[in-house]
T-cell receptor, first 116, second 109 residues
């Protein structure tokens, strides 16, 4: 079974620009979560999507947004980029039901975003 | 507030046993996860605990005490390839995970 894929793997943007990152979950996984990883803050939860609906949201400004399509693929968008947005953005998919429960997440390789 | 603490760095030698501790204070608790992350790679799942006690999985074991807000990951028969960052994470709602900053383990021969 193919793993979680993320595109692009590397990206360089300028302050003030916007960026869109893409994530394709493992086949059959309907939950997709996004995380930001930086050396100073570690891994921080951005948001989770399930069946095209945002289920949970972390403590990030509104410049960070996302969406999920009917095939479970997800995108996240960051508008008005700041230098501090330079990070590794990880997507994780999970086999989870509406009823909840605890499920392991499978991470993609990440997109390394550099803002100059 | 939400707080997950784990040591920043640990060192050990090949063949030894190492225990990586994690303490947490979170507003909710659904389960505790351990992930391994090699430099430049994505985190990979190691184990999770929902109930108190020890979960064993080959060379890796994880323990949870919910009343104490405490977990540890035990790695036995250490190998050089175990050099990595080990991340403790608490699940609160859905699949949202709150991560600690990770423990960098260096295994030497």
């Amino acid at each position: 079974k193919a793993g979680v894929t993320q595109t692009p793997r590397y990206l360089i943007k300028t302050r003030g620009q916007q960026v869109t990152l893409s994530c394709s979950p493992i086949s059959g996984h309907r939950s997709v979560s996004w995380y930001q990883q930086t050396p100073g803050q570690g891994l921080q939860f951005l948001f989770e999507y399930f069946s095209e609906t945002q289920r949970n949201k972390g403590n990030f400004p509104g410049r960070f947004s996302g969406r999920q399509f009917s095939n479970s693929r997800s995108e996240m968008n960051v508008s008005t980029l700041e230098l501090g947005d330079s990070a590794l953005y990880l997507c994780a998919s999970s086999l989870v039901s509406r009823a909840g429960g605890v499920y392991e997440q499978y991470f993609g390789p990440g997109t390394r975003l550099t803002v100059t | 507030g939400q707080n997950i603490d784990q040591p920043t760095e640990m060192t050990a030698t090949e063949g030894a046993i190492v225990q990586i501790n994690c303490t947490y204070q979170t507003s909710g608790f659904n389960g505790l996860f351990w992930y391994q992350q090699h430099a430049g790679e994505a985190p990979t799942f190691l184990s999770y605990n929902v109930l108190d006690g020890l979960e064993e999985k080959g060379r890796f074991s994880s323990f949870l005490s919910r009343s104490k807000g405490y977990s540890y990951l035990l790695l036995k028969e250490l190998q050089m390839k175990d050099s990595a960052s080990y991340l403790c994470a608490v699940s609160q709602a859905g699949t949202a995970l709150i991560f600690g900053k990770g423990t960098t383990l260096s295994v030497s021969s």
